[in-house]
């Protein structure tokens, strides 16, 4: 079992910036990649970016060249830079962790939202 803590979200106005933070605990051992969704009222939950246990990064390309995923050396952490904030990134954000026994688990999300 792994459990999954996203912090950091909160009210930010364009062109601003957060920094999110996933901390996992338990099973730790087990995760492979862990992952940033997020999902905006009435869409589908999409995929933001991912970083896999080697440190290789992927992101959806809205968010390329403004958001950078980060993974502290235990590999228990995983952050999420946003800068250059836009109103389109305003979303829930949920922290995924990927396991070697091919699990899935999420976090509770944390709200961030982009107003002027």
């Known amino acids: 079992q792994v459990q999954l803590v996203e912090s950091g979200g909160g009210l930010v106005h364009p062109g601003g910036s957060l920094r999110l933070s996933c901390t996992a605990s338990?099973?730790?051992?087990?995760?492979?990649?862990m992952s940033w969704y997020r999902q905006a009222p009435g869409k589908q939950r999409e995929l933001v970016a991912t970083?896999?246990?080697?440190?290789?990064?992927d992101y959806v390309d809205s968010v390329k060249d403004r958001f950078t995923i980060s993974r502290n050396n235990a590999k228990t952490t995983a952050y999420l830079q946003m800068n250059s904030l836009t109103l389109e990134d305003t979303a829930v954000y949920f922290c995924?962790?990927?396991?070697?026994?091919?699990?899935?688990?999420w976090g509770q999300g944390t709200q961030v939202t982009v107003s002027s």
């Open positions: 995924n962790a990927y396991t070697i026994g091919h699990l899935t688990y």
């Open positions: 338990g099973s730790t051992f087990s995760i492979l990649n």
């Open positions: 970083i896999t246990s080697g440190g290789r990064t």
